[in-house]
């Protein structure tokens, strides 16, 4: 499988490990999950059908994969990316950019679930606050802190007025249902042959930004919800790893003409029925099958059966 080489730095003492060097393997599998589920319950709040918020997500992610080379020993950009249409192109970089920034927070920041900060409810502006957009995605690890990304990706090398400027947008969420955010960062995915990734957590600006207030089914059944509904009907059990998981046929895949398959581990579904949501496990990644921590998978199959 091939390497994702990230830069990190200016973390706090408090996450000083964070910073430095580091690569680490990201199959297909794994690169359409993060794809698919970045913005999957975003959608579920303008797309009421599971089945064509499926296809939307699996449009996009199909879009990343197709942008990027599998095939070597790190991560690149495919040639013909350059031949796509300049708006084109400016899609699938966003794509990619929220993609590869929500690989980097499970793996680094070890925070499995993002969202977009603009699915949150209650966002309140603080007292003469500049006029700006929140940044990208929120997300929670699994000691309970809070963390913040503004995701870019490009091909041309930023400028410091672009950095300042993903700074600022970093910097725009300040604390979470009342809790301190613990890390405000950006994360560049250079899209040059070879794909990578810097996320820097800038020292903080002194501004008056917004603080989110989300209900508890955020990151709970709002956040498996989509899913839910979309395997109550054509889904299948597939066994990995000791574990069991529902799965449904939701694409083809053009490159490898296989079906890709999008999955949740038996466990969250118990819990939906519960509306208990603690779920972190260990990730699987197989040469057909990848599993996040958060219990969604994907599975590529041979055939739609």
């Known amino acids: 499988m091939p390497l994702l080489r990230v830069t990190a730095s200016n973390f706090p003492a408090t996450v000083q490990s964070f910073n430095g060097s580091h690569g680490f393997q990201v199959s297909r599998q794994r690169c359409l999950k993060f794809a698919t589920t970045v913005g999957l319950s975003h959608l579920a709040l303008g797309v009421p059908q599971p089945a064509a918020r499926a296809a939307l997500a699996s449009y996009r992610a199909l879009a990343v994969r197709c942008a990027v080379d599998f095939g070597q020993p790190s991560l690149m950009i495919d040639g013909e990316y350059t031949n796509f249409e300049t708006s084109e192109k400016s899609n699938i970089s966003f794509w990619i950019g929220m993609t590869f920034s929500a690989v980097v927070a499970d793996h680094l920041l070890k925070v499995p679930k993002t969202i977009h900060a603009q699915q949150a409810l209650g966002v309140q502006k603080a007292p003469n606050a500049p006029s700006r957009s929140l940044a990208d995605l929120v997300g929670q690890d699994g000691n309970g802190n809070w963390h913040v990304i503004e995701a870019k990706a490009r091909s041309s090398p930023p400028t410091s007025r672009n950095k300042l400027d993903w700074k600022s947008q970093a910097q725009t969420i300040a604390k979470v ?11 560049f995915v250079h899209l040059s042959a070879l794909l990578y990734a810097e996320i820097v957590d800038p020292p903080s600006i002194p501004r008056g930004p917004f603080e989110l207030r989300m209900p508890r089914d955020t990151f709970g059944f709002d956040y ?28 083809l895949d053009p490159r490898s003409n296989d079906y890709i398959n999008l999955g949740l581990d038996n466990r969250v579904l118990d819990m939906a029925r519960q509306n208990t949501f603690d779920f972190i496990d260990n990730e699987i990644d197989e040469p057909d099958f990848y599993v996040g921590r958060d219990g969604i998978a994907i599975l590529t199959t041979d055939s739609p059966c």
Do not use: D, H, K, W
Request: aromatic share 8%; charged share 20%.
């Open 177 to 187: 249902n009342g809790a301190q955010v613990s890390t405000r960062s950006y994360c």
């Open 224 to 251: 498996y919800r989509p899913l839910i509904e979309l395997l109550q009907n054509g889904s299948r059990v597939t066994e990995r790893g000791g574990r069991s998981f529902v799965t449904r046929v939701v694409a």
